[in-house]
């Protein structure tokens, strides 16, 4: 079973700037050190095509895991993101992969980020898979609605952290 999720998001930085912002550890240390749970950038490929690729883990240990889930999985829990920006005309196409230590779950997302009259757009779809019995479904839904809640603050957090520095 998976549940989907889906929504847009608005930003005035450009397209270009928030994929060459992408690009750049300087942004992602920073956008990474703004959660609550440790999270390490393991690797930032900026090609020579102007695709990014970037991955990270997120360590969630055990303690930010509700009660009924901490005691059905075994060990700390990581996450696993590996998110890809490619350029295409004058919009950038992301794909986001996340899957979950002990093949717990999983998520895939696929997002468009395009200009608008006043900046860009972000429009994003994905899907969410928990593989915990009982649980899995209630999971799903929970962490659909936070992703649909949490890439528009992502992109928030990315038309500041640009502002900043122009």
Known sequence: MSHSFDGVAKSSAA???????????????????T????????SLDARADDTVA??????????LLP???????????????LETWTPED???QGQIRVTVSGGLGSCRATTWLE???NGSQL???????????????????AIGADLAQNIP??????????????
Do not use: C
């Not at 959660?35 to 393991?42: E, M, Q």
């Not at 779809?125 to 839904?141: H, M, R, S, T, W």
């Open 15 to 33: 397209v270009a700037d928030i994929h060459e912002a992408f690009g750049r550890e300087d942004y992602w240390l920073a956008r990474l050190a």
């Open 54 to 63: 970037v991955r990270y883990t997120l360590h969630l240990g055990r303690q």
């Open 35 to 42: 959660g609550d749970a440790v999270t390490t950038l393991d």
């Open 153 to 166: 603050s992502v992109l928030d957090f990315t038309t500041t952290w640009i502002a900043e520095r122009a």
């Open 67 to 81: 009660g009924a889930v901490a005691r059905l999985v075994p060990g700390d829990l990581n996450m696993q993101y």
């Open 90 to 92: 004058r919009a950038v």
């Open 115 to 117: 200009p608008t009259g």
């Open 123 to 141: 429009r994003f779809a994905g899907q969410v898979k928990v593989k915990i019995p009982l649980v899995g479904g209630n999971l799903e839904k």
